[in-house]
């Protein structure tokens, strides 16, 4: 199995509607890897059907101390994207990220990698981003920014 290169960025929203502009954009193939979700919702735990992402997408823009870590496989083979990340905080924000093939010890991997890295960046207008292998981020805005400058913010 192919080592893969994690990049997370923090935003101070979580609109469902950006986040599906993310997911079309960056992993426009997609499915869920599970089949269903759990949430917490005031009623207490609740099973939410997996393949319905928008109605995921909008419990947790509603309820925003809500956490979760939400992972969509890609579809397409040919892309560098293997997965992406839907995290979020318990303080109200989200974390974006994707899972892209690649090792740090490879200099034509890490090319791709930052391009695609600079490029959401970008698109996320995120001020605290960060790469990583293989690594869940922080359920927290400001554990992640600690989390980002351990890994040294790109």
């Not at 303080?91 to 034509?108: C, P, Q």
């Not at 960060?130 to 980002?148: K, Q, W």
Request: charged share 30%; with cysteine; hydrophobic share 40%.
């Amino acid at each position: 199995m192919p080592e893969l290169i994690d990049q997370y960025f923090l935003v101070d929203t979580r609109d469902a509607k950006f986040v599906t502009q993310f997911l079309d954009k960056y992993v426009p193939e997609r499915e869920p890897v599970t089949d269903s979700y759990l949430i917490t919702t005031e009623a207490g735990e609740e099973e939410i059907d997996s393949k319905n992402i928008d109605l995921v997408l909008s419990f947790y823009e509603e309820h925003v101390t809500g956490i979760d870590n939400i992972y969509l496989k890609n579809l397409d083979e040919k892309s560098w994207i293997a997965f992406a990340i839907v995290a979020y905080t318990d303080d109200g924000k989200m974390i974006l990220g994707i899972s892209a093939l690649g090792t740090f010890d490879d200099v034509d991997d890490m090319r791709e990698n930052i391009k695609i890295f600079n490029d959401i960046k970008a698109f996320t207008n995120s001020a605290v981003a960060c790469m990583t292998l293989e690594e869940p981020p922080p359920n927290n805005s400001i554990e992640f920014v600690e989390f980002a400058r351990q890994r040294e913010l790109l």
